[in-house]
C-alpha cells in the first residue's frame, strides 16, 4: 500500500469511537465536513428545499450524537454506511411530515422543481433512496478524497491538476500559466490522480 496515501486518513473505525467523546470538537468537525455534503445532497435530491436540507443535516448531526455511543461496529450485522442512511432518512422524513403540518410559502415551495421523492414511492423505505444515497456515497466519497490530498501536496502540484484534469484546460495553457514544463503537468495529473484513488479506497475500506 502506498505510505504516502495512507498518511492521510485515521480510520473510519477510530473517528467514530473519538466521536463517543462528545467534547472532542476536532473529531466532531471531521466528521462533519466528511459528510455534511452527502446529507445535504441527498435530502435535496428527496425534494426538500434549501432551508429545510440544511435542518437534515443539522439534524441528522444531532441524532448521531445521541446515538453514537450505543452504536457498535459489527459489518456482520450493519454498516456504518447503511446506519447513517437510516438516520439521515428519518430526519427527511420529518421534514415531509412538518412540511403537511406546516406548509411552504409560496416563494420556498417553487425552490423544489420535481414531486419529493418520499411522494412519490409509497414508502420511504423503499428503494429510491437509497439509490440516491448509494450514488451521492461514491460522489462525496471522491469529494472527500481530493480534499484531504488538496491539503497534503504542493499547491503548484495540485493548481496544475485543478487546471488540467478538473477545468480541462491544455497541458500547454497550464505549463505557461504557472510557469513550469509541459512534463511536470503530466506528472502531476498522475500523482494526484493516484493518491485521490488511493485515498478513495481508504475511505472505503476504512468506513465501518
Known sequence: MDQEADE???TRKSLLSRLKNWDD???????FN???????TVALKAGLTHTESQDVVQETMLG?????????????????KSWLMQVTRHRICNQFARRKRHPLPQAES??????????RVPDPAADGLET???????KNLIDAAMRRVKHRVPIQQYQMFDFF???????????????VSVGHVYVAKHRITRLIKKEAELLERRTP
Open 8 to 10: 492521510f486518513i485515521p
Open 25 to 31: 470538537s476536532a473529531s466532531w468537525r471531521d466528521f
Open 34 to 40: 466528511t459528510y455534511w455534503k452527502l446529507i445535504y
Open 64 to 80: 448521531v450524537a445521541k446515538s453514537i455511543r450505543e452504536f457498535k461496529y459489527d459489518p456482520a450485522r450493519a454498516s456504518f
Open 110 to 119: 417553487c425552490q423544489t422543481t420535481s414531486t419529493p421523492l418520499l411522494e
Open 132 to 138: 440516491i444515497w448509494d450514488a451521492e456515497w461514491e
Open 165 to 179: 484534469v478538473l477545468k480541462n484546460w491544455p497541458a500547454r495553457k497550464v505549463a505557461r500559466t504557472l510557469g
